[in-house]
């Protein structure tokens, strides 16, 4: 399976790759023109672009069966991030999968998408415009899934964590490990009863162990 990892130059984005690498899948990484690559992933295939370019779009997932997005707006002055990436850039990725027939999307969202009064929206009000990414998702004619996770956490000692799963709209708060997220994406696609489905992720040490298979049977 031939896979592109859009924002893989970002901190959930290089482990999703890193996680698919080690599967053995077949990766191409798409991140902007000035984006750094991940320490380690140097010598995969590398397609630089700028996300409201169509052509250069296009030519990065060309031949692609499905692309992870985990692109993000990176904090910043610019209030307009949101919008701009969370958003439109979300819909010019599903456009440019139409046009060259990539028919599986999986995008990285958030907890609480779609929730007007949260603190998370002074920036740029970016959990109103991921939700507006979401659902152009969900509209589409690909299949699709959208994992939402709790607050990203940097660390690498996952031995212990176990992840809550559950369906949209479930948890409001919690957090989970980036790494975590990356192996459920790639779980997802490996899982066709994560298709068309939104899953909440957050992680501890108090939750219950389940198989993201038996967890995708409940939700
Ligand atoms: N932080 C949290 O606690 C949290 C919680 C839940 C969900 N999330 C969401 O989870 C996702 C991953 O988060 P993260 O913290 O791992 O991300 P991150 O490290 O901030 O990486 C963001 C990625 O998006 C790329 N990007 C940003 N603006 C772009 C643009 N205009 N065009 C193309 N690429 C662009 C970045 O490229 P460059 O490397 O070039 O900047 C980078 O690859 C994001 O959607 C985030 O909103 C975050």
Not at 102 to 122: A, D, E, Q, Y
Request: charged share 30%; net charge positive.
């Amino acid at each position: 399976m031939n896979i592109a990892i859009s924002g893989a130059s970002g901190k959930t984005g290089f482990r999703i790759a890193e996680e698919a690498v080690k599967k053995g899948l077949k990766v191409r990484q798409i991140i902007r023109k000035n984006s750094v690559v991940g320490a380690g992933l140097e010598n995969i295939e590398t397609i630089r672009v700028s996300l409201d370019n169509k052509k250069e779009l296009d030519k990065s997932l060309e031949n692609i069966d499905t692309l992870v997005i985990a692109t993000g707006a990176r904090a910043s002055l610019d209030l307009t991030g949101p919008a701009k990436v969370d958003a439109l850039g979300v819909y010019r990725q599903l456009q440019s999968c139409k046009r060259v027939g990539v028919k599986r999307v999986i995008l990285v969202s958030s907890l609480c998408t779609g929730k007007l009064f949260h603190p998370l929206n002074l920036f740029g009000l970016i959990l109103i415009w991921k939700k507006i990414g979401e659902n152009y998702i969900r509209n589409s004619s690909l299949d699709w899934t959208i994992i939402r996770p709790g607050g990203l956490k940097e660390s690498e000692d996952i031995k212990l964590e176990r992840i809550e799963y559950s369906k949209e709209d479930t948890q409001i708060k919690g957090s989970i490990p980036r790494r975590l997220v990356a192996k459920c994406c790639i779980d997802s696609l490996n899982n066709k009863e994560s298709i068309n489905k939104i899953i909440e992720v957050t992680s501890s040490p108090d939750n219950k162990k389940i198989s993201f298979k038996k967890a995708m049977q409940m939700i």
